[in-house]
């Protein structure tokens, strides 16, 4: 089995290191960098979840699946496309339904922010406006059914943007587990990386025995 945990925008495959530190065990973890699948293309979801998509199917047998945010998003559409591939899916503060309002505020953000505000995140100020204006029409809602393997949702406690959808995944999502966080943010990974380990190691021990 090999896990596989996807970070946000915004952060890099190194937001997971602390977190990973805690979770002991034989099973294959990795952590890729979002970035390096868009290649020096034009920043897009397509280009992007294409990309994740053949690092997926090359992998040997089925994969577990822990994301956040961007990364949950990618994470949800592969389970929904690959429901034999996928052994188990972690969804962490998370839209199924791209929040337009919110993306275009986002963007917003970012024209206004200084280029060096980017620096060190893997992709450049316009990789992230062209990516983020590229997500306004995702929409899993009627697709949610076509997932056949144990989901567990976490949002953290003081995510007020994303905590309404993960509550709706809960109910949308027949058998889906949900945690809310204490004393975190949307970046569980970095706001209470060893909470999140605990639960997530519990959450995969339940469904693989050998983790």
Not at 43 to 63: H, K, M
Not at 83 to 98: A, C, D, N
Request: glycine share 10%.
């Amino acid at each position: 089995m090999q896990y596989i945990f996807l970070h946000g925008l915004g952060q890099t495959a190194e937001s997971w290191e602390q977190m990973l530190q805690t979770i002991h065990t034989k099973e294959p973890l990795a952590c890729p960098s979002l970035s390096d699948w868009l290649h020096g293309e034009l920043a897009s979801y397509d280009i992007l979840y294409q990309n994740f998509e053949n690092y997926c199917d090359s992998i040997t047998g089925p994969v577990g699946l822990c994301g956040l945010s961007l990364g949950g998003v990618l994470a949800l559409q592969y389970g929904i496309e690959h429901p034999e591939k996928v052994h188990s899916l972690t969804l962490i503060g998370m839209q199924y339904r791209m929040p337009k309002r919110l993306l275009k505020a986002q963007n917003l953000i970012f024209r206004l922010m200084p280029d060096k505000a980017f620096s060190g995140m893997g992709l450049g100020k316009q990789g992230f406006i062209r990516l983020s204006h590229s997500m306004l029409e995702l929409d899993f809602q009627n697709r949610l059914g076509q997932l056949a393997c144990p989901v567990l949702i976490i949002c953290g406690e003081k995510d007020r943007a994303n905590k309404p959808a993960s509550f709706q995944l809960k109910e949308q999502i027949h058998g889906a587990e949900l945690v809310v966080l204490p004393h975190s943010g949307h970046e569980a990974n970095l706001d209470a990386p060893e909470n999140l380990a605990l639960i997530l190691s519990a959450f995969f021990r339940r469904h693989d025995p050998g983790f």
